[in-house]
């Protein structure tokens, strides 16, 4: 028991001077208010917060770092920028049985509805080639107001179309870069889904740059922007917006295998927006430009085969015969690393530099060689190899109600034909119409004879009776020929 006492009172003795050496060891500290003590607001430099007076925290956090409460400020600088559209269009079809094609076809009205960005205070409007396409009537809706809406131009190679409404100080939206878009910055998506005006949604921008083959233009242009905010049917042709308002990008397509939003929406840049609608607003048509070479992404199983370890840039698998490329001096299996300084991840971000380029523009390239790096610069074309601004050559034929032109010389030299006349526009009410040549056919010839320009095909269908034979090339490339009796 004597030793149990003697024990207990050495470990006393020692554990208290234990603790004096341990706190006379510890270092010095400037501040003298430790993260246990009571803060006093006399010792401590800090703000003084009451419960009743919220603290700024903007006096808290470094002045460049921008606060994000929410959303309501681009919220609305882009909803009355951002309209509803509704389209109507005959549609002539018959019914499903064989016996039906003994009769005459019968009419429905077919309605859709989409959305747009009005650009310009006095009415001009931007919206998808998909939202107007054969429509027959376009209503733009904007409040409580209802406007006929007129077609001013379409590029179904971005799949943008300008419309324009008759009035005077609409909203026009603020608009920013896209060359400027980071991903993971939020965005905003503004639309019209399933017919719910004005509806906004949250996100990020998840991917630039994105070809997801969607287009089925000739020559498409490609280099969506992507982001989760959720895109639905009814927001084509509305805005994405960045957290100023400022529109970046015309929402186009989602990824999706139910046809709503399953996570992956893309809008068109709006670097490229902004050239197709300005061209289209002076010009009445795109100015498109061409490099004169087809170009393919680089993916793991072509780098194997070529025995290269860097999957980045576009291989040169085509250079057209006095082409731009050709001229200054590109092959094919030169690998595009380099457009303007700008590095070249994929194709959507070529793609992207040439639609925002007109013909006669110098693009600085740099290309790998056999692991040589070289510099070339490439002149670009329009799509009759030239470098002038073109004007619209397209003809329209009041007997067959139709708007044909001479076929661009990039279409011929695709299809390895001298000579040919592309369909514009074709009205439903003409005689056109009964030869049921849709609009972007090529017509080469009639009864083998080529066809030279709009003039003569009208002229030698107006003096043919019997059996006619017309030669065309579909959209998809296809050649085919339609027999007639006139």
Not at 16 to 24: D, M, Q, R, T
Not at 31 to 51: A, C, G, H, T, Y
Not at 157 to 184: E, H
Not at 302 to 320: C, F, M, N, P, T
Request: net charge negative.
């Amino acid at each position: 028991m004597k030793n149990i006492f003697i024990s207990s009172i050495f470990g006393l003795v020692f554990g208290f001077v234990g603790a004096g050496f341990f706190f006379l060891s510890m270092p010095k500290i400037n501040n003298p208010v430790s993260q246990f003590s009571m803060i006093s607001n006399k010792e401590v430099d800090l703000p003084i917060v009451r419960s009743s007076t919220p603290i700024e925290r903007k006096e808290l956090i470094p002045e460049n770092v921008r606060l994000l409460d929410d959303f309501s400020e681009a919220s609305s600088a882009s909803t009355s920028s951002v309209v509803f559209i509704q389209t109507s269009s005959e549609v002539e079809y018959r019914g499903g049985s064989w016996m039906n094609w003994f009769f005459e076809p019968r009419s429905q009205t077919q309605a859709g509805s989409g959305s747009g960005v009005i650009m310009t205070n006095d009415g001009y409007i931007v919206t998808n080639n998909h939202v107007i396409e054969g429509a027959d009537v376009i209503k733009v809706i904007h409040g409580k107001n209802s406007y006929d809406g007129v077609l001013v131009g379409t590029d179904p190679s971005t799949d943008i179309a300008v419309i324009k409404v008759d009035t005077k100080n609409l909203p026009k939206i603020n608009i920013g870069n896209s060359s400027d878009v980071k991903v993971g910055e939020w965005v905003l998506a503004v639309g019209n889904p399933f017919n719910l005006e004005s509806t906004v949604t949250a996100g990020i921008v998840s991917a630039k740059g994105r070809n997801i083959n969607l287009l089925k233009d000739k020559f498409p242009i490609e280099s969506f922007i992507q982001t989760d905010a959720a895109i639905n049917p009814g927001n084509s042709g509305g805005a994405l917006v960045n957290i100023d308002g400022e529109l970046i990008g015309i929402n186009t397509a989602i990824l999706s295998r139910t046809g709503s939003y399953a996570g992956y929406g893309f809008a068109v840049p709006v670097d490229i927006v902004k050239k197709v609608f300005n061209d289209i607003k002076t010009y009445g048509q795109v100015q498109k430009s061409f490099i004169g070479a087809d170009y393919i992404d680089i993916d793991s199983k072509l780098a194997h085969k070529l025995e290269i370890k860097d999957l980045s840039g576009v291989i040169v698998a085509y250079a057209q015969d006095g082409g731009s490329a050709e001229k200054a001096g590109i092959q094919k299996g030169d690998i595009i690393k380099e457009v303007n300084g700008t590095k070249i991840v994929h194709k959507g971000y070529l793609e992207e530099i040439i639609g925002n380029s007109y013909p006669g523009d110098v693009l600085e390239i740099t290309i790998d060689r056999e692991g040589k790096t070289i510099k070339k610069s490439v002149t670009l074309t329009n799509k009759e190899g030239t470098t002038t601004l073109l004007k619209d050559n397209s003809y329209y034929s009041e007997k067959l109600k139709v708007k044909l032109a001479v076929a661009p010389k990039v279409e011929r030299d695709l299809y390895g034909i001298k000579s040919g006349i592309k369909v514009i526009e074709v009205e439903k009410d003409g005689l056109f119409k009964q030869l049921d040549i849709p609009k972007n056919y090529l017509i080469t010839a009639v009864n083998n004879a080529p066809i030279e320009s709009p003039e003569e095909f009208e002229e030698i269908l107006e003096n043919l009776s019997g059996y006619v034979i017309i030669s065309v090339i579909t959209e998809q490339g296809r050649r085919n020929r339609y027999q007639y009796r006139f």
